[in-house]
């Protein structure tokens, strides 16, 4: 499985950047796809989950609201909206996938990408 993450950048505070991930190596019915970030000195944290068939999707408190998680089947690409972003948000965001349709964090994540780079200004 690969997982290549793409959109990342700097932006202004209030402004919205869309993340893509692009997934291949496998079908991926019956996945969890899933985003994390991790700012600098700060350990990794969930971001927003969604299942690849149904399309069940979850979010962690601090971006409910202002992201969304979205899947496109046709083109194996995971997408994470980040709307009215705050300097807080900024982090390197991770791509993961699973091998169960399951969004929440009982079971761990089996595939990473590289991350890309999301940088907030004030």
């Known amino acids: 499985v690969q997982l290549v993450e793409s959109g990342g950048g700097l932006v202004q505070a209030g402004g919205s950047l869309r993340l893509s991930c692009a997934a291949s190596g496998r079908t991926f019915s019956g996945y969890t796809m899933g985003w994390f970030r991790q700012a600098p000195g700060k350990e990794r944290e969930f971001v927003a989950a969604i299942t690849w068939t149904v399309g069940t999707a979850s979010y962690a408190d601090s971006v409910k609201g202002r992201f969304t998680i979205s899947r496109d089947i046709a083109r194996n690409t995971v997408y994470l909206q980040m709307n009215s972003l705050k300097p807080e948000d900024t982090a390197v965001y991770y791509c993961?996938?699973?091998?169960?349709?399951?969004?929440?964090?009982?079971?761990?994540?089996?595939?990473w990408g590289q991350g890309t780079q999301v940088t907030v200004s004030s």
């Open positions: 993961a996938a699973k091998t169960v349709a399951i969004v929440g964090l009982s079971t761990r994540y089996d595939f």
